[in-house]
C-alpha cells in the first residue's frame, strides 16, 4: 500500500490552495475608478485613472472622500487621453452636484450599479436621475403616483416605461415627456377612461405639466372630462412642493359624491409636499380643496419604496369638519401597491 506521509499532505493541499488562488485573481477585475485631479471651469473636470476601457459618453457619480457622505454629483465622460505608463486621463463634464457639498480634488469616479439599492446613494433631490437611458431602481427616479388618493406629481414616465397598481390602473411612457394611462378593470364595468400627461416645462428645479382625463359613464349615459395641471418645485435638498389644479370640464350628476378619487369629474385643488428619506421612502403630507364640495380636505402618507415596487400607507380626509369614517365627507384609510419598470 502506497504510504502518505503528513509532510506529502501539507504540500498537496499548498498546491491546491496556490491553484484555486491563481484561478480567483485571474477572475478578479478591480471596479473602475478615478481621481478628480482638477477643475478646468465651473463644469469641466479632470481625473486620472490607471485603466482606458472607459466608455464615451456614460454618467458616472462622484463619491466623497468622507465616507459618510457617498454620492455627491453626477459627470459625463466626454473623453480618455493617456498621460503617461498606464496613466490616463479622463475629461467630464459635471451635470449635477450637491448643493450642500463641494466636490473637491481627491474625490472619487467610479461606475456604480444603480439599478439596485446602494447604501452610498443617499436620498436627495439633487441626486434624482432623470436620464431615461440609464437603467436605474424606481427609489432613484422622480415620484409619478402618489396614490388613487393623492393623485399624480408634474413627472412623467421615462420612454417605454410602465406604472401598474393592483387596483388595475396601467400608465405608459410613450415618450420621455409624455404619458398615456386608463384604469383597465372599470373599462369592462361599464366605465371606459383614458388620461395623458405631458411635460411642457422642465427645469433642474421646476416642472410643469398638463393632461386630460375622460371617462365614459355607459349606465348614467354621461361623461366627464377634467383638465389637469400640474406644478413641481424643488425646496430644499430633501423637500419637493407638489401643486395639483383639477377642472371638471363635464361633469356628471355624482361627481361631488366621488372626490376621494382625483379628476373623476369634479374640480379640485391640491398642494402638498414629498419629503425624501435618506433611504429613499418619501413622506407625503398636504391639504386639497374641492370645488363642488366647498370642502376642505388632506391627507398624510408614507410610501415604502423598493428597486421596482412601492408600497404606500395613507390617512385622508375628503371634508376636516366631519368627524366620521367615510371616504365621500369624512375620513378614510387607505393601502397602495404599485410597481414600476
Known amino acids: 500500500m502506497c504510504q502518505f506521509s503528513s509532510k506529502g499532505f501539507f504540500y498537496l493541499v499548498f498546491t491546491i490552495a496556490l491553484l ?43 463619491i466623497s472622500q468622507n465616507a459618510n457622505l457617498g454620492v455627491i454629483g453626477f459627470v459625463e465622460l ?6 503617461g505608463f498606464k496613466k490616463f486621463e479622463l475629461r467630464l463634464k459635471l451635470l449635477r452636484q450637491s448643493r450642500k457639498y463641494f466636490i473637491q480634488t481627491g474625490d472619487t469616479v467610479r461606475r456604480m450599479d444603480l439599478g439596485i439599492h446602494n ?12 436620464q431615461s437611458q440609464m437603467n436605474v431602481s424606481s427609489r432613484y427616479r422622480p415620484l409619478f403616483y402618489q396614490g388613487v388618493a393623492i393623485g399624480e406629481t408634474a413627472q412623467t414616465l421615462f420612454e417605454k416605461e410602465f406604472l401598474v397598481t393592483y ?8 415618450k420621455d415627456w409624455f404619458t398615456i394611462g386608463s384604469v383597465l378593470p372599470a373599462n369592462l364595468l361599464g366605465a371606459p377612461n383614458a388620461n395623458f400627461k405631458a411635460r411642457v416645462w422642465d427645469t433642474e428645479s421646476t416642472t410643469l405639466s398638463t393632461g386630460l382625463a375622460f371617462t365614459r359613464l355607459v349606465k348614467d349615459d354621461e361623461s366627464t372630462l377634467n383638465l389637469n395641471l400640474y406644478w413641481d418645485s424643488i425646496s430644499s ?25 382625483k379628476a373623476l369629474g369634479s374640480s379640485s385643488f391640491q398642494t402638498g409636499y414629498e419629503v425624501i428619506l435618506s433611504n429613499w421612502d418619501r413622506f407625503l403630507i398636504g391639504p386639497s380643496y374641492n370645488f363642488e364640495k366647498k370642502a376642505l380636505g388632506g391627507y398624510l402618507s408614507y410610501v415604502w419604496v423598493y428597486d421596482r415596487f412601492h408600497f404606500q400607507l395613507s390617512a385622508n380626509a375628503t371634508d376636516i369638519t366631519h368627524l366620521r369614517a367615510s371616504a365621500t365627507d369624512g375620513y378614510y384609510g387607505f393601502f397602495d401597491l404599485y410597481w414600476r419598470f
Open 78 to 83: 466626454n473623453s480618455v487621453i493617456p498621460v
Open 167 to 174: 387596483l388595475g390602473s396601467l400608465s405608459y411612457g410613450v
Open 119 to 130: 447604501e452610498d446613494y443617499t436620498g436627495s433631490t439633487e441626486l434624482l436621475i432623470h
Open 237 to 261: 435638498g430633501s423637500l419637493i412642493t407638489h401643486t395639483f389644479l383639477s377642472l371638471g370640464l363635464v361633469k356628471w350628476k355624482g361627481a361631488a359624491d366621488a372626490s376621494a378619487i
Open 20 to 62: 484555486l488562488g491563481r484561478a480567483g485573481w485571474a477572475e478578479y477585475v478591480p471596479y473602475k475608478t478615478a481621481s478628480i485631479d482638477r477643475f478646468i471651469d465651473y463644469q469641466k473636470i479632470t481625473a486620472l485613472s490607471d485603466r482606458d476601457d472607459w466608455e464615451i459618453g456614460e454618467i458616472l457619480p462622484i
